[in-house]
C-alpha cells in the first residue's frame, strides 16, 4: 500500500473529521429542535396550568368572601 | 454499599470536550506518521474509535435489554434503546470515515469482498431494523418486550461476527492490534487510546443527554395528561348534582 503525498492525503483526513464533526453538528441541531419543542410544550402547559388555577380561585373566592363576610360580621 | 455518584452531564461534556480535543492533538502533534500508509493513517484515531464504540453500544443494548427482561423495569428499555440509537448514529460515522479512509488507501470507497467491510455492514442494517420492528407494534408492554429480545439476539451477533471476520484469511483491511508483527508502537498506541477514551465519553454523554430528553418529553406528557384530566373532572363535579361547584 503505497502511501499518498502529504498535499493528496491531507484532503482525505480532513474529509474524515470533517465528516465526524457535521455529523456531531446535525446531532445537535436536531436535538436543539427537539428541545425548543419541549419548551414551547411546557410553556403551553404553563400557561394551562395558571388559567386553571385562576378559574379554580375565581370559583372558590365566592364563597370564601361569603365566609369572611359572615366572621365579620359576628366579629362586629 | 457504596454508591457511585454519576458526573453531572456538564462535567461529562466538558471531560468529552478536553479528552477528545487532546486526542485529535495527539493524532496530528504526537503520533508519527505511519511508514506505510503515511498521513492517511490519522483517519485511524477517529474511525476505529468511533466503530468500537457503535459496537460497544449494541452490546451495551443487549445488557439492558436483558435487565429488562429479568426485572421489568422499563427504564432498562429506554437505555437499550437509546444505546442502539446512539450505536447506530457511531455506525454511521464509522461506515463514512471508513469510506474515506478505504478511497485514500485503496482507491475505492467500498470493497465488497473485505470481511470486515461487508459483517459491519450486516450489524448496522441489522440493528436499522429494530426502529420498524419497534414501532410496529402498537402495545407499549409488547412494544419492549420485543425489542429487547432482538436487542439480546442481535448483540449476541455481535461478538460472534467479530470472531468470525478475524477467523477469515483474506483481509485487506490492516489488523492493527495483536498481530504478530507486534501491533502498534508506543506513541501511536498511547494516542489511540487517548481517543478511544475520549470517543467513548462522547457516547457516554450524548446517551445521558438523550435519556435526559426522554425523561423531560416523559414528565411533559405526563404533566399534559393530569392537566387534560382535571379539567374534564372539575366541570363534570360542578355540573353533577350535590357537587361542589
Known amino acids: 500500500m503505497p502511501a ?49 388555577a385562576r378559574s379554580t380561585q375565581h370559583a372558590a373566592g365566592r364563597p370564601q368572601a361569603e365566609a369572611d363576610e359572615r366572621s365579620r360580621e359576628v366579629v362586629g | 454499599m457504596i454508591r457511585l455518584e454519576m458526573p453531572s452531564l456538564r462535567t461529562m461534556a466538558l471531560a468529552t470536550v478536553v479528552v477528545l480535543g487532546g486526542a485529535f492533538a495527539l493524532a496530528f502533534f504526537y503520533a508519527p506518521n505511519d511508514a506505510d500508509q503515511g498521513f492517511v493513517q490519522k483517519i485511524f484515531y ?28 422499563p427504564i432498562h428499555d429506554v437505555r437499550a434503546y437509546v444505546s442502539i440509537h446512539m450505536g447506530i448514529i457511531f455506525g ?13 488507501a ?38 419492549a418486550r420485543y425489542a429487547s429480545v432482538f436487542a439480546i439476539t442481535a448483540g449476541a451477533f455481535v461478538p460472534l461476527n467479530f470472531i468470525a471476520v478475524r477467523l477469515a484469511e483474506s483481509l485487506v483491511h490492516p489488523r492493527v492490534f495483536a498481530t504478530s508483527e ?22 457516554a454523554t450524548l446517551m445521558r443527554f ?25 366541570a363534570a363535579s360542578r355540573i353533577a348534582p350535590g357537587g361542589s361547584g
Not at chain 1, 445537535?28 to 411546557?42: G, K, S, T, W, Y
Not at chain 2, 506513541?187 to 457516547?203: K, N, S
Not at chain 2, 392537566?227 to 372539575?234: G, H, R, V, Y
Request: glycine share 6%.
Open chain 2, 106 to 143: 485503496w482507491g475505492k470507497w467500498w470493497v465488497w469482498e473485505e470481511p470486515t467491510l461487508v459483517s459491519f455492514l450486516i450489524v448496522y442494517l441489522l440493528y436499522a431494523t429494530y426502529y420498524p420492528l419497534r414501532y410496529a407494534i402498537e402495545d407499549r408492554e409488547r412494544q
Open chain 2, 210 to 234: 438523550e435519556l435526559a430528553a426522554k425523561a423531560t418529553r416523559g414528565q411533559i406528557s405526563r404533566l399534559r395528561r393530569a392537566l387534560d384530566s382535571e379539567a374534564p373532572a372539575a
Open chain 1, 4 to 52: 499518498l503525498p502529504l498535499d493528496e492525503a491531507g484532503k482525505y483526513v480532513a474529509g474524515a473529521y470533517v465528516v465526524f464533526v457535521a455529523l456531531l453538528l446535525i446531532y445537535v441541531a436536531i436535538m436543539a429542535v427537539r428541545i425548543d419543542r419541549m419548551r414551547e410544550e411546557l410553556s403551553d402547559l404553563a400557561d394551562l396550568a395558571e388559567r386553571k
Open chain 2, 92 to 104: 454511521t460515522a464509522a461506515l463514512l470515515t471508513g469510506a474515506i479512509w478505504a478511497r485514500a
Open chain 2, 46 to 73: 477517529l474511525h476505529v474509535p468511533i466503530a468500537i464504540c457503535a459496537l460497544g453500544g449494541f452490546i451495551l443494548a443487549a445488557i439492558y435489554a436483558i435487565a429488562h427482561l429479568r426485572t421489568g423495569n
Open chain 2, 182 to 203: 507486534g501491533g502498534l508502537p508506543g506513541e501511536m498506541l498511547f494516542t489511540f487510546l487517548v481517543a478511544l477514551a475520549g470517543m467513548a465519553l462522547l457516547f
